[in-house]
């Protein structure tokens, strides 16, 4: 599915690590996927006046403060990996039942916190996910309260469950199917990877930019399971495919957009992801 003006130009402002994003640029980037002009400065009045962007000068600009954790959490998915440590048979529990549940934005940004770091509920209110990650409970409670889950929940660990309790909980996540779609991303990732080089220029920009796209967002909602839940070694080497296409589809970027009169951002001394 194409991207929109908004999502493309978001999606753009995420991968330039805090650099400003021309107007140019993001008109260009649009056209590649049949967005006119005219959709592409709407989208980015709209962007800036609802306060998820805005302008640092005249035609160039980046995310608001307001869009910032989110953006930065997206950015980190080169070194998921390197925020794991070993899994002693602990959970790291959030409890939200007594949480509203009326207010729409709020749980959308509930949802998507616990999503992002590979929470699945057990109970109504109550979800878990592996006491895994770097920094224990306290560094996935500072995370979740960056991602916008509320301070009224509570965040706590959660071990020495019964035989059955535990059973459910490894049951949250399908392990075999995480490692199935490791296997069969990197497989396309590979494959493009083969031809990359023989696409024309605006071909190669259009399938970087959506099938790099994809994969960072499956990392980025990755839940980091540790073995025997998942296939480390599956997910390591799809790790590694995906940080190969990222920088193929930057160089493929960094082209194009000069081709175009509109030079990447961060071109002056910044490297520039554009998934």
């Known amino acids: 599915m194409s991207p929109t003006a908004k999502s493309l130009i978001l999606e753009l402002l995420v991968a330039t690590a805090g650099e400003p994003l021309s107007a140019r640029a993001a008109i260009v980037a649009c056209a590649l996927f049949g967005i006119s002009e005219n959709s592409t400065r709407v989208a980015l009045v709209r962007l800036s006046s609802c306060g998820r962007i805005e302008a640092v000068e005249r035609g160039a600009y980046r ?28 959970y790291v529990a959030v409890h939200a ?10 749980l959308r940004r509930r949802d998507r916190a616990l999503q992002m770091l590979g929470f699945r509920e057990l109970e109504r209110g109550l979800s878990l996910r ?3 990650l770097a920094g224990g409970v306290d560094g996935v409670r500072s995370r979740l309260h960056a991602l916008g889950l509320e301070r009224g929940a509570l965040v706590f660990a959660a071990s020495s469950l019964s035989a059955d309790l535990d ?18 991303a990197r497989a ?21 930019f959506l099938l790099g796209g994809r994969s960072i967002r499956q990392i980025v909602y990755d839940p980091l399971l540790p073995a025997p839940l998942v296939d480390e070694a599956e997910r390591s080497a799809f790790f590694e495919t995906v940080r190969q296409i ?24 910044t490297d520039t992801h554009v998934h």
Do not use: C, I, M
């Open 246 to 269: 990222d920088a193929e589809g930057r160089e493929v970027w960094r082209r194009f957009l000069e081709l175009h009169g509109a030079p990447a951002p961060g071109r002056e001394g």
């Open 63 to 90: 995310l608001s403060e307001a869009s910032e954790h989110l953006a930065r959490e997206v950015a980190s998915w080169r070194t998921a990996q390197g925020r794991l440590r070993r899994w002693r048979g602990g």
């Open 130 to 132: 592996p006491d895994n």
């Open 97 to 106: 039942g007594s949480l509203r549940r009326t207010d729409r934005a709020e």
């Open 167 to 184: 059973a459910r909980a490894r049951g949250l996540w399908d392990g075999k199917a995480l490692s199935a779609g490791y296997r069969r």
């Open 188 to 208: 396309e990732l590979d494959r493009w990877l083969k031809r990359a080089p023989r696409l024309e220029l605006d071909v190669a920009a259009r399938e970087a």
